[in-house]
């Protein structure tokens, strides 16, 4: 089939970008520790508030000196709806929905995943700056969903609860 | 001269066409496809009149969300319309769906005759293709304007809507069905009368490919809707698994881009060289384009690098298979450009950039097209953002991904439907287009439009604003003193389309109602190609060849998916919160 000189060396320039393009992504994994969500368990979504640790959402301090937040998310709310933190703090965030789709978006962080009924998302973030970062529902769950805001307090050691 | 005045039908009561012998006239389809009659023209006028209906609607619904980004809520003032979301919906189904797909049903036909010069194998089908579509539009839109459907238009369970909502959608996707059947037929009677091997005409492959293509994407979101979701709003069904329907809406959720952007490239690629005096350049590398968006359909998992019932494996998988789309992107922004430069030189234009402006930007489809295709090399290079593995953390969900589509199907597919009908709504009237001028400065107006409100939405996006939100009145607004700008640039944008949008309609309706019909002889404007056929090979015409390996491709890569996934977690009765 005829490829005109031109059309091969644009497309071979295409394909030399696309492979730096994948290997600058694959460099965020293994150098920068990005992570997506995974599996991890399954609940059953009528059952969350009896099901630990949904049946105490909040904040615990583990061994390693992380922290285990657990939220429930509802139409439309963040259980607990506020959450605070020392600087520096790395936070293992266990999500899971009682009723609709949410999706939680915390902004400067890279925080953002999809929170589904049945599904118990995990993630791990660290929060680097005293300040309040916010948490946000970005995926329509009804005629609220606008409301569904929570934040993130990060206060500096001295005043950590 | 007299043109025979078309009957004003209505869809849902055609007049009974007399078998009529071929109109003899000297414009549009009378002359340039043998053997067709008014009669297999009416669907796709009506096609095309619903499309339009679709587009109208969602304009309006537009206007309404640009004015809420500005901070005024004209629902409460609004006819029918209760909230936000209601209208957002409105505003999803009329463009994702309806716009997009009878756009598709009147213009692939239409292509398909034009190529194998020949009528519709059945005007049955065609006409029922046409009464689903427009019962299923009518169908969807009572559910969502009495407010019984506010899902939007992705219906993400466990929201449930009305079931007249699902049958809606559903009756519009067999509408494509019906379409592409009739053109498989049409096909296989145009084979009976060539020799063995004759090349199928590249502008009838190019449509049969993309609706293929459409066949195996929906085959999805229609498991979806008919096992699951349909009768689980009928009360058949107590429970459904909110995440596995959200992977098999997303099978089809990523192809149907495809599906609103092909009838696209099929203009691009088929008539626009032809309307700027260029030729398109390989007959085989346009066929290796359409090929690739049949065969690398299973990627619908970046949509859903966020979702936490996918593994990681299905993820990185559906990532490179995604990045391997770019590739015939970039083919046919080489085949087009090559095209367009070709024309270009050939009008006097000199150098490596003075072809640009030899080109016809003064003919209204030409410079609609050419607008829309500036904005989806923006909309393309975003799109590779979107797929990005973990650089989608920093976009998912948010109004970076609303910048990016408005740009791709808002603009690049929206705004070169408008380019086309600039010559097809006087194609298959008579009609002489009304104010040509208007028609120039209309995409001008949408394009300056949609690069304020794309960057808008980019800009806020990547700041963390969420899609698909009433923003103004979010409890965290306040607390984003950085996000006002973006919004309100977004806001203005917004009505800057809009306004655009308008002018579209009153050149729309000026031609349609106009007097002045066309004298000169007037024909679908095919490309010439500099390597046709005969220097391509073969197989890549064996349609059967290319929907078998894209049918394994999608079982082994969908198959990966659900084996991780099983089994099904069917545990969410249905919940209307709104």
Known sequence: ?161 | MTLLEDPPASPSEPEPEPESEPVKSATGWRVDIPDVTAADMRPVKWQLYLSFIGLGLGILMGLLQAFERNGQNLYDEAPVLQTYYQGLTLHGVALALVFTFCFANALMPLLTMRGLQRPMASRAIANTGLYLAWIGTGLAAWAILANKATVLFTFYAPLQATPAFYVGAVFLVVSTWMTTLNMLLTLRQWRRDQPRGTRIPLVAFACLVSMLMWVLASTGIAAEVLYWLLPWSLGWRDMVDPQFTRILFWFTGHPIVYFWLLPIYVSWYCLLPSQVGGKLYSDGLTRLAFISFLVLLPVGVHHQFTDPGIPLSSKTLQWLLTFGIFYPSMITAFSVFAALEQGGKKRGGKGWFGWIFKLPWHDPSVNAQLLAGLAFMLGGASGLINASYTVNLVVHNTSFIVGHFHLTVGTAVALSIMGISYWLVPYLTGKRLFAPGLAVAQAWIWWIGVMIFARGQMWGGVDGVPRRTQLRDAAYYADHPGWHWPTLMTAIGGMIMFIGGVCFFVVLFGTIFSKRVVTERQEIPITDVEHGPKESWRVLDSLGTWVTIAVVLSILVYGEVIAHYWPINSVSPGFRLW
């Open chain 1, 1 to 161: 089939m005829k490829v005109e000189r031109y059309e091969r060396y644009f497309l071979i320039v295409v394909a030399v970008f696309l492979g730096l393009a994948i290997g600058a992504l694959v460099a965020t994994v293994t150098q920068d520790h990005a992570s997506l969500p995974e599996p991890s368990d399954r609940v059953d979504p009528q059952l969350v508030r009896s099901t630990p640790p949904f049946d105490a959402p909040g904040v615990r301090e583990l061994d390693n000196g992380e922290y285990e937040v657990v939220i429930v998310a509802q139409a439309w709310q963040w259980d607990p709806v506020e959450v605070t933190l020392p600087v520096g703090a790395t936070a293992n965030l266990r999500v899971t929905s009682v009723d609709v789709v949410h999706g939680m978006r915390v902004p400067d962080t890279n925080v953002n995943a999809m929170v589904i009924p049945g599904q118990v998302t995990e993630v791990t973030v660290t929060f680097d700056e005293a300040k309040d970062y916010s948490l946000i529902c970005h995926e329509y769950c009804g005629i609220g969903h606008h409301n569904m805001g929570g934040v993130f307090h990060i206060v500096d050691e001295e005043s950590a609860p």
